[in-house]
């Protein structure tokens, strides 16, 4: 059973369960400084409170927004510094609204490739499939 009391603090496996977050996930984030490390008790358990909730939840969700572990710690400690961080923050926004924008466009080649090349299995029966040596021609290629 999770220890809930504000008192005694959570256990990491209640602070999964509220955040989403699997416990690894969590014991990895604290190793690398993305979030804070708990205090133990003098068994060694880790005892959380909420504001580690809060920080967890907040690199969740950055994380799926697809920040870097990088970008997701320097914007959290820009969150924790307040207002004065805003336009720190919007640089890092920025920067990856533009990585963002440049993964649609490979997506959108890719995706005209791909029909394409569909579209060439599409009229019946070949000797070679289309499919198969365009993947070849780009192994080929990239070698």
């Known amino acids: 059973m999770a ?31 993305v979030v804070p490390r ?9 005892l959380y409170g909420q504001a580690h909730v809060g920080r967890l939840a907040f690199v969740r969700r950055a994380r799926e927004l697809g920040f870097t572990l990088e970008q997701v710690g320097g914007l959290a400690g820009l969150a924790a510094r307040g207002g004065q961080a805003c ?4 640089a890092i926004a920025l920067a990856h609204l533009t990585a963002v924008r440049r993964k649609l466009a490979d997506l959108r080649r890719l995706e005209r490739v791909l029909a394409a090349t569909l579209a060439q299995c599409a009229a019946g029966r070949l000797d070679a499939c289309p499919i198969i040596e365009a993947l070849s021609r780009d192994m080929a290629a990239a070698r």
């Open 3 to 33: 220890i809930t009391t504000a008192r005694a603090g959570l256990a990491i496996g209640e602070v999964a369960r509220r955040t989403g977050c699997n416990v690894e996930t969590i014991r990895y984030y604290e190793r690398i400084g």
């Open 38 to 46: 708990p205090p133990r008790t003098k068994s060694g358990r880790r």
């Open 87 to 90: 336009a720190e923050v919007q």
